[in-house]
RNA sequence: ACGCCAGUAGCUCAAUUGGCAGAGCAGCGGAUUCCAAAUCCGCAGGUUGAGUGUUCGAGUCACUCCUGGCGUGCCA
């Protein structure tokens, strides 16, 4: 146990999508719809488009605005409404910036240095990649406590960004004797199909860098080409869905196909396979590119309408700009007097 | 900062004395299959890092620049 005095403050979710490529089946049902869920619940929600951490890979500077605002209206056209949650872009709001400076002060070298992320996307070629992206988990704690969020809905892969942050809150408000002044965020734990694989290799996350467009379901795929990739899917040999859970055991493309199906019907796993259990793919394939359709189409549509009409979601971006502001910019006061900078 | 080596398709690499830029893998399409996979058949993919020069002709030779790797030095 510990006798240091915990946050007390509101419960908050922060997340944040970056806006690089394309959004996918994936990240839908692995964030947006969560996003949703969770603002249904009644959970106050910081919705960020990540541009600054976009930069710490090379990028083109003139697509960045379209596809920061490309987020957005995925955002929007989910059903994260401006008014309930707050829907904004990172570099519109400076309490990031700043607190990441402040926090690099915070962290030490051997947290970052023990990072998975890292190592993996820099690998052989350390010595080139930038400096922010070895400061990437920083960035995210900043982009996290400058609002004092108190839950993060994050996959398998950020958990370990989480525990930094975690660390960096701690340790803060122990070097400046400031007990509970950050919230140690937590996770936020993912429902089932949370994991959504490629559509050509069970044993991949559906990833937009994969070669293969086959591979994955994007956002502004339309009907057809959402049936036609479900149709091309990968199964197995074994011909028939299986008749219960157990027989997904070994099976990482059927699982993944009925997993989907399930995340978009609300059914349990078990429920759909005691429906379309000893069925073959062209039956089941067929149901699952409708259900998908029935629920996507509709929020396309919608992306569609917003990428029309870029200055509808500049307006929302800038609300959610100056909604962000006002809850950050006196966290960032207080962080300022506790490290004692001198004030204006 | 200097020296050496390298840069060719998404990736790994070929291309003889200067003589039509190719292969494997990946990708896409078709056949096949309940759907896929595998297998066959086919398609596409390029400013040869950028530029200048020599030449009838440059991936190849010369020069300049860019990028990366290795080595040495400097800051110390």
Not at 9 to 18: A, D, E, K, L
Not at 28 to 49: M, P, R
Not at 72 to 81: K, N, S
Request: one cysteine or more; aromatic letters at 8%; proline letters at 6%.
């Amino acid at each position: 146990m510990t006798d240091v005095q915990s946050y007390s403050g509101p419960n908050r979710v922060f997340s944040g999508i970056q806006p690089t490529g394309n959004l996918h089946l994936g990240n839908y049902l692995g964030a947006l719809k969560k996003f949703v869920d969770l603002q249904a619940a009644g959970w106050t929600g910081i919705y960020c488009v990540v541009d600054l951490h976009a930069i710490t890979q090379p990028h083109d500077p003139a697509l960045l605005p379209d596809q920061t605002r490309q987020i957005a209206a995925a955002m929007l056209a989910c059903g994260l409404d401006p008014d309930q949650s707050t829907v904004f872009v990172q570099s519109a709001v400076p309490a990031h910036a700043e607190l990441a400076w402040i926090f690099n002060c915070v962290a030490r070298m051997g947290w970052l240095e023990k990072m998975t992320q890292f190592k993996d996307k820099g690998g052989e070629n350390s010595e080139r990649v930038s400096v922010g992206l070895f400061d990437y988990p920083v960035l995210q704690a900043a982009d996290i406590l400058a609002y004092r969020a108190t839950h993060v809905p994050v996959g398998e892969d950020q958990q370990q960004h989480l525990e930094l942050s975690r660390n960096i809150a701690a340790r803060f408000n122990q070097q400046y004797d400031a007990p509970g002044f950050f919230p140690e965020p937590e996770a936020l734990i993912e429902g089932p199909g949370a994991r959504i694989m490629s559509l050509k290799d069970g044993s991949k996350k559906m990833s937009k860098s994969d070669p293969s467009d086959l591979s994955r379901i994007n956002l502004v795929d339309d009907r057809d080409t959402i049936a036609r990739k479900i149709k091309k899917a990968k199964t197995d040999l074994l011909g028939d869905l299986p008749e219960t859970e157990d027989g997904l055991e070994g099976r990482p493309e059927v699982e993944n196909l009925v997993g989907i199906y399930s995340a978009f019907s609300g059914q349990s796993v078990e429920a759909v396979l005691a429906e379309f259990g000893g069925a073959g793919f062209g039956t089941f394939k067929p149901a699952l590119a409708e259900l998908a359709i029935s629920h996507l189409a509709p929020i396309t549509e919608r992306m569609r309408a917003y990428m029309a009409d870029p200055a509808e979601i500049d307006r929302a971006l800038q609300k959610g700009a100056e909604k962000a502001h006002a809850i950050s910019a006196p966290v960032i006061k207080e962080v300022r007097d506790v490290i004692g900078f001198w004030k204006s």
